[in-house]
């Protein structure tokens, strides 16, 4: 039993990473209805920020997370700017290889920057252990952390696009963007802010995803964002509350797979569930059925 | 229309410069190097690269017999290997250094078997690199070695007596050392409790993996894998507070220079490998001065090798009187002959080749102790 709940442990500290992820590619995918496949690129650009702000120039933990987050934040609006914008007219099939092709190009820029040594990350996060019956269970501190960011960013999400001006705002660029503009929305100044958004979040992704796991390459980034792509389709992709709870499922089913299958198997039983979840239910646990009207 | 003539005079320039580069060259042997420089397995390419780099700055130096490299990037990738092969061909390349990993090194060996190349890779440690090929010598151990090595080494000095492993099956090194582990494990009586694998050099989380070995009661844990998941191992070992005699083989070599590690999670870790930065060897010790004054760090096993490897071809070029007009083939069966009986006193210990291509030497077991390598005697 004990075992178990280490397991499920275990499960839930995966699976909050993958949330975390999930949450700045289903917030971006929700607004601006393409799929960043750089996501993974910009939380690896961000843990390395925050690793030198650490490492090089002697910032403290909470300042170097600061510092990430400015950078990547700047760094998705540029992207959007340069690489995105630039197609808003075209097919989703375009937006989606120059995704593909600008994540390659931050894995290679990074490679050039950092080397290709892999780099040891410093745990940001300063709070021990929790232990639980008699030592037999451990919570990790970057656990507890990433849960606890995780709700935080959920609620704050939800009521900023749900209570807020531009948050309103938001949701109507994503509902109609030509609806939108009548209306005297500035279209690509959201857009370009859920990239904003979106990236800030991706650094905060980084730095926990390395704390739990602390090594750092210029591929760290791609394998836990195409997993929390996955998450983000299970839970029901642009759907805030979906990411978290897909998040968290995938990373127990991952873990018990791992466990009580084959430990061989743990990237398979992931991607198993992305097929299933599209062939059964497409809109994922929590998307909304969307009509086309013609 | 003036940037044009400026640009067509750049351009002129540029070919004329490099026509010069060219004409320099003559009068060098010309070595092939091929491995990953970029991509995800550049860790690897590069040091061999910057290893290769420094022995060839060495014997430039010295006068005499001039080595040229043609340095081409695979990307770990097997057909980009092949054309990597066939550019460094065309360059007029006489022999080579590479590839850096085995299943590229597989793919091309086979091709310059067939064109009669002579190759000497520096680390692919599979035997499937050299098998059936007599072109084709190694300087890393064979994995196979590893195993054994390890396993008599784990017997003999006592080390543990429950064995748990870890290994990264989806990596030929990892499993090669892992299954000629397991049957030396069996000859000698020494009892495995725990056998786990993960699919990728990703794979990041290892709880699962470390709570089979910590449930069975292994007293000591062989991890025949690279030093960045053992890292990992190493941390989520210790968040579970589990604390067993950790075991690793040359891939383990590097840990202790893994930028922002925590070198006390690594205390008391063993490692089987022939070469060690941290040595005190005079040889040893000019070559890492010389590798941290030119690239920023500190070399591993890789660069070492890739450096006994540019060696040990001077040594036979120089022995079998291959100048820089032979061609390849020519060169090939010279060098074959001359590896028969070649002896080289390198970085990585004393080296000589069987015929088939396997080297030997011997690998001594490191313990890390206060954050540095100690030699176990």
Redesign the interface.
Known sequence: MITFLSYLCSGISLGSIYAIIALGYSMVYGIAKMLNFAHGDVIMIGAYICFCATQYWGMAPITSVVVAMVVCTLLGVVIERLAYKPLRAASSLAVLITAIGMSYLLQNSALLIWGANPKSFPSVVSIGSISLFDGQLLISGETIVTVLANIVIMIALTLFTGKTKLGKAMRVVSEDKGAAELMGINVNATISLTFAIGSALAAIAGVLLCSAYPALTPTTGSMPGIKAFTAAVFGGIGSIPGALIGGLLLGVIEILGKAYVSTELGDAFVFAVLIVVLLVKPTGLLGKKVHEKV | MKTRKLLAAVLALAMALSLCTAASAEGAIKIGVIGPM??????YG?AVANGAKIAVEEINALGGLQIELDIQDDEHDAEKAINAYNNTMDNDTQMILGTVTTNPCIAVSAQAFEERVFMLTPSASSPKVTEGKDNMYQVCFTDPAQGVASAEMIVEKKLGTKVGIIYN?SDAYSTGIYQSFIVKAKELGLEVVAE?????D????F???I??CK?AGADLVFLPIYY??A??IL?QAK???YAPTFFGVDGMDGILT?????KSLAEGVMLLTPFSAASTDEKTQSFVGKYVAAYG?EPNQFAADAYDGIYALYTAVQNAGITPDTPAEEACEKLIAEFATLQVSGLTGELAWAPSGEVTKVPYVYVIKDGAYAKME
Do not use: I
Request: negative net charge; hydrophobic residues 40%.
């Open positions: 970029t991509g995800g397995a550049a860790v590069t099956n786990t694998t993960f699919a990728s990703d794979n990041a989380d709880s699962v993996q709570a089979a449930n960045t998941p890292s990992l941390a968040a579970v507070e893994l930028e922002g590690f925590d760090e």
